[in-house]
């Protein structure tokens, strides 16, 4: 069974750093293409990082700069790191598989981030 | 950037209803284009994909067509359990802005 978890959310001062973490079972990271959405309170997904298979990694312009994308393949998990953090990257941070180039077809259950003074 | 413009934002409806929500794309997506429900708290579940493709498990009363720039998605008997808020997302990455089902 395909299962996604995340974990590292917190509350964290403006400026601060997190290290999101997205534990894959089921299936390999390696052999995917792993991907970030985040959801801001009471707003819509958007859409924040990917990582592909061949290592390839891409960012929206709202983050880029600012957050890195990466992977541990023997312990099957997908990093986001997110450094000078605002107060607008305050939202839950999913993690998704994504399979036929766009679509998200397994998302975990996300991770709050909390970035406040 | 394709922009997608989701309509309407939210939807009151009776159980047995058909609902549909529409989805414009700024520019030619072909078919490359999904639908996602997510019910309160939860993460988002993919519904459709390719515009009109029933992802194994969901039930065949939801459905999506189109291509190009204008696309739909309908349940075709609204049920308790449908309220939630659906997205639709073109190949770019990009969200419509949702629309919120609710049960009158």
């Known amino acids: 069974e395909v299962q996604l978890v995340e974990s590292g959310g917190g509350s964290i001062q403006p400026g601060g750093s997190l290290r999101l973490s997205c534990a894959a079972a089921?299936?390999?990271?390696?052999?995917?293409?792993m991907t970030w959405v985040r959801q801001a309170p009471g707003k819509g997904l958007e859409w924040v990082s990917i990582?592909?298979?061949?290592?390839?990694?891409y960012f929206a312009d709202s983050v880029k700069g600012r957050f890195s994308i990466s992977r541990d393949d023997s312990k099957n998990t997908v990093y986001l790191q997110m450094n000078s953090l605002r107060a607008e990257d305050t939202a839950v941070y999913y993690c998704?598989?994504?399979?036929?180039?766009?679509?998200?077809?397994?998302w975990g259950r996300g991770t709050l981030v909390t970035v406040s003074s | 950037d394709i922009q997608m413009t989701q309509s309407p934002s939210s939807l009151s409806a009776s159980v047995g209803d058909r609902v549909t929500i529409t989805c414009q794309a700024s520019?030619?997506?072909?078919?490359?284009l999904n639908w996602y429900q997510q019910k309160p708290g939860k993460a988002p579940k993919l519904l459709i994909y390719?515009?009109?493709n029933l992802e194994t498990g969901v039930p065949s009363r939801f459905s999506g067509s189109g291509s190009g720039t204008d696309f739909s998605f309908t349940i075709s008997s609204l049920q308790p359990e449908d309220i939630a808020t659906y997205y639709c997302?073109?190949?770019?990455?990009?969200f419509g802005g949702g629309t919120k089902v609710e049960i009158k």
């Open positions: 998704a598989r994504e399979r036929d180039g766009y679509t998200l077809d397994h």
């Open positions: 089921g299936f390999s990271v390696s052999d995917n293409y």
């Open positions: 990582i592909q298979r061949d290592g390839d990694i």
């Open positions: 520019h030619d997506i072909s078919t490359y």
């Open positions: 390719d515009a009109s």
């Open positions: 997302q073109q190949y770019d990455n990009v």
